[in-house]
C-alpha cells in the first residue's frame, strides 16, 4: 500500500472513529469549517463542482457560481459528517432524519411483491435515505459500491453500509447484475447512485442541454425483471431533516429493441434527477467530470 493510501484510509478511519463521538452541533460546526477551508483553496474537485454548477445554471454569474460551490461543499461535508455518524445514530434519531414525499411509490411497490429499484443521483445524503428505509420501513436492501482503493477503505465502506442494513455488491466482476435480478425477482428492493457511468459503456443522455452518459443498468434491471423503476432526488433545507422526493415510475416502452427501451428510460431517469438537482443544486455532491465535453473534449459542440 503506498503512503498516500495508507493516509486516506487513516484519514476515513479517524473520521469514523472520532466524528460519530462529537456532539452533533459541534459534528456540523467542523464540517463547515472544513468545508469553507477546502472551498477556500480552490482546487480541483472545488474547480469541478463550480464547471458542473455552470451547466445546471447557465445564468449564474462567476460571483452566483462561486457561492453555489461554497454551499455545495458545505452540503458535500454534512453528507460525510451525518455519514460518518450513522452508526451512532438510534432508530429515533434515523427515522426523525429524514422526510420523503410520495413514498406510496415505494410502499406500493414493494406490496405488490414484483422487486422495487430507487435510482438516485448523488444528491444530499443517500446513505440516509437508505438507512431510513431499513429503519422506518423495516426493509432491507441490496446495493452496488464503487471498488476504493486501497481495498481496505474499501472494506471500510462495505463495513459502514451493511452496518446500517445494506446488502453490498462490489461495482466491478461482472456479478452484481445477476444478483440484483434474482434480489428482484424475489420481490426485494435494489438502491442504485445512477447519475454516473463507471463503466463507459452506459447511455447517453441529454442533461442539461449537452450530453453525458449515465449507467443503463436500472434501466436493463427493470426491463429483465419486472421490478418497478422509481426515481429519488434527495435535498438539505436550513433544519436537521433531510427532504426527499419519490417519483412515479419510469415504465418501460411497449415497443424497441432491449437497447433502445434502456435508452428511452435512461433519458426518463436523468430528466427526473435533472428536476431534483435544479431544485438544490447545492446539495448535488459531483465533483468528478460528467458530461462527454469535458470527458472527451472532442464530442463537445463544435
Known amino acids: 500500500m503506498s503512503v498516500s493510501d495508507r493516509l486516506s484510509d487513516a484519514l476515513y478511519g479517524a473520521g469514523w472513529s472520532t466524528v460519530k463521538k462529537l456532539p452533533e452541533p459541534a459534528a456540523a ?21 463550480e464547471a458542473n454548477y455552470a451547466r445546471v445554471v447557465p445564468s449564474a454569474s462567476p460571483e452566483r457560481l462561486a457561492e453555489l460551490s461554497r454551499k455545495g ?3 458535500y461535508l454534512r453528507y460525510w459528517m451525518e455519514s460518518f455518524r450513522l452508526p451512532a445514530w438510534s432508530p ?9 414525499k410520495d413514498i406510496h411509490h415505494l410502499t406500493e411497490g414493494l406490496a405488490a411483491g414484483k422487486g422495487v429499484i430507487l435510482a438516485l443521483p448523488h444528491l444530499a445524503n443517500w446513505d440516509l435515505a437508505g438507512a431510513w428505509v431499513t429503519t422506518e ?8 459500491a464503487e471498488r476504493l482503493k486501497p481495498e481496505t477503505l474499501y472494506d471500510r465502506f462495505v463495513a459502514y453500509r451493511e452496518g446500517l442494513g445494506m446488502e453490498v455488491l462490489p461495482h466491478s466482476g461482472g456479478a452484481a ?20 457511468d463507471l463503466s463507459a459503456s452506459g447511455v447517453e443522455v441529454d442533461f442539461f442541454g449537452e450530453t453525458a452518459r449515465m449507467p443503463a ?29 419519490v417519483h412515479p415510475p419510469i415504465e418501460v416502452p411497449d415497443s424497441g429493441t432491449r437497447a433502445e427501451k434502456a435508452s428511452v428510460m435512461t433519458q426518463a431517469l436523468a430528466d427526473a434527477f435533472a428536476t431534483g438537482i435544479a431544485g438544490h443544486p447545492e446539495d448535488w455532491h459531483m465533483l468528478q467530470r460528467l458530461w462527454l465535453a469535458d470527458l472527451d ?6
Open 137 to 144: 420501513l423495516r426493509t432491507p436492501f441490496t446495493t452496488v
Open 217 to 245: 443498468g436500472p434501466a436493463l434491471l427493470a426491463q429483465h425483471t419486472g421490478a418497478l423503476l422509481l426515481p429519488v432526488t434527495l435535498w438539505y433545507d436550513d433544519s436537521p431533516v433531510m427532504r426527499g422526493q
Open 297 to 302: 473534449p472532442a464530442k463537445g459542440p463544435s
Open 92 to 100: 429515533e434519531r434515523i427515522r426523525a432524519g429524514f422526510d420523503p
Open 73 to 75: 461543499m458545505r452540503s
Open 177 to 196: 447484475f445477476g444478483t440484483l435480478a434474482r434480489r428482484l425477482r424475489d420481490g426485494g428492493l435494489v438502491c442504485l447512485v445512477a447519475d454516473r
Open 29 to 49: 460546526r467542523l464540517g463547515r469549517t472544513v468545508a469553507d477551508l477546502a472551498w477556500k483553496k480552490r482546487g480541483k474537485g472545488v474547480l469541478r463542482l
